[in-house]
């Protein structure tokens, strides 16, 4: 390339379209990385004297799924690199020219032809990358939504069932005197009851939807049907609230309510928060309660399920941080689900 400075300044051009890239070391320098890269291929396509600009039939070149799963896993939606790429063409093609010494119609033609080819030969494969690392994250998060919810059937539900049924009959077997017949029969019953009450918790959960709701009312109608007699719970929103994407709120959704479930399941009785600060640029719903929290960071801890929800978050571009030490009671745990807005 004779002259970088051109370059440099389309790159600046895009890292000020998106800011949140150009502050991302990794992604700044593999957009560098590319734009170069694909400068390179344009010249090179141009002296070899190639005339076609259709490369989408290389779209599972694996240097450039590299790229597209490089995206995804920052959560970089394909259209913004889409839009990066029109900007860096439109704005570098007749520096490309100038650069190759086009002056004649055919020579102009092949020339936006090469460069045209050069850029766009990443992004096939880029949306495929992207696409298929989204699909293994929804999968993922399926599957391991599958298993808590064996865990919890076969943990709660069949452990009450079977402690019910084993007092009922210990009355058949023993026929204690009637007081104590009574004590066991109401035992049974509170037993028998507590696993309806999972059933029936696991049923709203699995059939939670916003629909045409604002997340944050969608949550309080889902809260107070799974904790109906909770008075230390509170839903609280700030800011102008505003419909999200139905595939990205019916996520955001699942998320708030296994932070929810797992509070009830390890942290009873404490006092929680959840708060929506809606803002232009993001959504962010924090879940806090004031239990005895937990160490996040102790893979033989499950309990919130964080792999599932962080797949989620991640999904649909969201960021999951979970804030909690072991034993601190009045600190507790802290679920925070920032959701970015209005951008790619």
């Known amino acids: 390339m004779h002259n970088a400075h051109p370059l ?7 890292a000020a379209e998106f800011p949140d890239l150009a502050d991302d070391p990794v992604l700044a320098a593999n957009l560098a990385e590319n734009v170069r890269s694909m400068i390179t291929e344009a010249h090179e396509r141009y002296a070899a ?15 450039h799924l590299a790229t597209g799963a ?11 690199a889409m839009l990066a790429a029109e900007m860096l063409f439109d704005a570098y093609l007749p520096v490309f020219i100038d650069e190759v010494g086009a002056t004649s119609t055919a020579e102009v033609l092949r020339a936006t032809r090469a460069l045209h080819a050069g850029i766009w030969s990443r992004f096939p494969a880029g949306a495929v990358a992207y696409t298929e690392a989204l699909r293994q994250r929804v999968t993922t ?31 058949l077997l023993t026929d204690p005197p009637a007081g104590e017949r009574a004590r066991q029969l109401d035992d049974a019953a509170r037993l028998l ?25 969608a949550l309080a109608r889902h809260a107070k049907d799974l904790f109906p007699d909770d ?25 708030l309510l296994e932070a929810l479930t797992n509070r009830s399941k390890h942290a009873p009785g404490s006092t929680t928060s959840v708060r929506f600060s809606w803002s232009p640029t993001a959504l962010v719903a924090t879940v806090a309660d004031d239990g005895p929290g937990f160490d996040p960071h102790d893979g033989t801890d ?21 804030e909690s030490v072991r034993g601190s009671r009045g600190h507790g745990t802290t679920v925070r689900l920032t959701i970015p807005r209005g951008t790619l």
């Open 193 to 217: 009851r507590g696993a309806l009450g999972d059933v029936q918790d696991l049923a709203v959960s699995l059939h939670a939807r916003v629909g045409d709701a604002l997340l944050d009312e």
């Open 49 to 63: 004297g190639a005339e076609g600009s259709v490369v989408s039939h290389a779209f599972l070149d694996p240097e």
């Open 70 to 80: 490089l995206h995804a896993e920052h959560a970089r939606h394909p259209a913004g």
């Open 302 to 322: 499950g309990r919130l399920g964080q792999q599932t929800m962080r797949e989620r978050a991640a999904v649909i571009g969201a960021q999951l941080d979970v």
């Open 231 to 255: 008075d230390r719970l509170a839903i609280v929103s700030t800011g102008t609230a505003t419909t999200l994407p139905n595939w990205q709120a019916e996520e955001a959704l699942t998320i």
């Open 141 to 171: 998060a399926h599957l391991d939504s599958r298993t808590q919810i064996a865990r919890d059937l076969h943990d709660r539900v069949a452990h009450g069932i079977l402690a019910g049924l084993q007092r009922l009959d210990l009355v």
């Open 8 to 14: 440099a300044a389309v790159l600046a051009t895009i």
